[in-house]
């Protein structure tokens, strides 16, 4: 067995790697150590999307659960991440479980761990279980007696959509025509009910069966992975196209023109619509590689933007402690108040729709209003990834953070921000990120400025300056 470490987004590794199913077992049996320690509820509930061999270890995860004396839920089919999570809530669990690696590429597998409330394990929590993991001598199985009479096999993604549509006050969409791009994900079923209960007829979705491969390409809404969805929307002549990841909590949109809008649009443009129409009061919160679109937008209400680190983990406890109205991050998901405290695309869906429908305009009307609220806001925000080797790794870490080096900026800075990224902030409200990924082996260069020509040579600077 190899360490366990967990990251941004729970702990995550390569098939067959480090994600085995020794060491799945073994942070079920860590998370079963705790709960029996503290005296804690023995229920859990235990999804896992489409990738390859999660059914397996879902089942493998329930072995553990059932041999500790828990009550388990199972569920039956592929589902996606925030059902889990809603599910943990519903039932006031202290744990749940979903075995999924989100949008990485398809030779990872992960593991996610909930706390109660619905809402990713904080960084207190995970320390907990990986310290843990590490006192683990025994994991306990279960007997296919105890798997019978302890394991109960469930589906609750109906009673997710209907939650939604409940809360949200959903009006009838029969107007609208809409393609989604599921990404070989667990997000066909939810779709297709949502589009039954608020009566969307006119709608399609591709790539919707299993590919456990992802058609060989990474299963993520970015910008260089909607042409296919862009493709459907113009030949099916949609007012809206959504692009989701592999497990469900991440989106970005295709317009009626085929413009993308990544979640730094559908964020702000959820947090416009709260306050100015549904007459919301509160702050907004985001992570630091999030656009300053947010941070004008709450000024102009007379309200407050938080910057927290990236992870959603802290989106969701500022959004906890501040009582703000949404928070969300860049990379594509959000959450609201009165809902599960975790990113979900379908609830980003579902409130564009819902957006689109009421305002009766088209997506890009209603966010050229928003930017136009905004100070007429323009600036564009880029980010660019980089892999690296252990070698190159420990190098750029000296570089950034022990001897604090920089390149020769072209811009004036305000100040100058280290944790576990760097953030270099200007005049203006432009700025630049430097961070590792907390999911996988790469660097990511992230920047918001004027225009695409700057982002770019702001890009290039911090490139050569790192030799990447």
Not at 93 to 103: K, L, P, V
Not at 194 to 219: E, G, W
Not at 315 to 324: C, E, M, P
Not at 365 to 389: G, R, T, W
Request: hydrophobic residues 40%.
């Amino acid at each position: 067995m190899s360490e366990v470490k967990f990251g941004t987004g729970g702990f995550r590794g390569v098939i067959a790697d480090n994600f085995t199913k020794d060491n799945i077992q073994k942070i079920c049996q860590a998370v079963a150590n705790i709960v029996e320690k503290k005296k804690l509820r023995k229920k859990i509930c235990i999804g896992y999307d489409n990738r390859f061999l999660s059914e397996f270890f879902g089942t493998w995860c329930a072995e553990v659960f059932a041999g500790n004396g828990f009550e388990v839920e199972l569920f039956k089919n592929a589902c996606a991440t925030p059902v889990v999570m809603y599910k943990t809530m519903t039932e006031g669990n202290d744990y749940g479980i979903m075995i999924t690696a989100s949008h990485n590429p398809f030779e990872y597998n992960g593991i996610k761990i909930f706390t109660k409330d619905g809402r990713d394990a904080s960084v207190e929590a995970t320390n907990e279980i990986e310290k843990e993991f590490n006192k683990v001598k025994t994991i306990k199985i279960s007997s296919e007696q105890q798997f019978e009479n302890l394991v109960k096999i469930v589906d609750y993604v109906e009673e997710f959509v209907d939650y939604i549509v409940k809360n949200q006050e959903l009006d009838d969409c029969s107007n609208l025509r809409v393609v989604f791009d599921s990404k070989f994900g667990s997000t066909a079923e939810e779709i297709n009910l949502l589009c039954q209960k608020i009566n969307l007829k006119n709608y399609k979705i591709i790539n919707s069966k299993r590919d456990a491969l992802f058609n060989y390409v990474t299963p993520a809404p970015s910008e260089n992975n909607v042409e296919e969805l862009k493709t459907n929307v113009a030949l099916f002549r949609a007012d809206i196209g959504f692009a989701l990841d592999a497990d469900g909590d991440r989106l970005a949109v295709i317009d009626k023109d085929g413009n993308y809008l990544d979640n730094n649009i559908i964020l702000s443009l959820v947090y416009y619509y709260f306050v100015k129409y549904e007459n919301k009061t509160g702050d907004v919160v985001k992570n630091c590689a999030t656009t300053s679109l947010l941070d004008v937008l709450a000024s102009k209400f007379g309200f407050v933007c938080h910057e927290v680190p990236v992870g959603f983990k802290h989106i969701s406890s500022n959004l906890i402690s501040t009582n703000s109205v949404v928070g969300g991050e860049s990379s594509g998901g959000l959450a609201i108040q009165n809902h599960i405290w975790g990113k979900d695309s379908l609830i980003s869906i579902a409130l564009v729709l819902k957006i689109v429908s009421t305002l009766n305009k088209p997506f890009d009307e209603i966010v050229n209003e928003m930017l136009k609220f905004a100070d007429n806001f323009s600036k564009v925000i880029k980010d660019k990834q980089y892999k690296y080797s252990p070698e190159k790794e420990k190098e750029i870490k000296e570089t950034l953070f022990k001897k604090q080096l920089m390149p020769n900026l072209t811009h004036n800075v305000v100040k100058i921000q280290r944790d576990d990224c760097v953030k270099v902030f200007y005049e203006n409200g432009d700025w630049t990120l430097i961070r590792f990924s907390g999911t996988e082996p790469v660097l990511r260069i992230f920047v918001e400025f004027e225009n695409n020509l700057t982002c770019q040579q702001e890009i290039s600077l911090w490139q050569d300056f790192l030799n990447l």
